[in-house]
């Protein structure tokens, strides 16, 4: 399955790779305390989609470098 930031927030935590791609751009989010909540609010959703909600803490550079990331794992 390709990865991408258009991938939904469970599914890239469900995979091992997608998740350290995501821990190694966004260790601030991923190890937030909160995660749990956020997935269970968000995790239907598209990474891109749900960055929108982050506050900037997923900033549109961050998400280009993620995507990048993302699609090498194929």
Known sequence: MPYSIESTVRE???NE???AV???HLP???SDPLL???I???GAMPL???ARYSGGRVTD?????IDKALKKLG
């Open 12 to 14: 890239l935590l469900e």
């Open 17 to 19: 790779a997608a998740t």
């Open 22 to 24: 995501l821990q190694r």
């Open 28 to 30: 601030h989010v991923v």
């Open 36 to 38: 749990g909540l956020a």
């Open 40 to 42: 269970a609010l968000a």
């Open 48 to 50: 891109a989609t749900a």
């Open 61 to 65: 550079e961050a998400l280009r470098k």
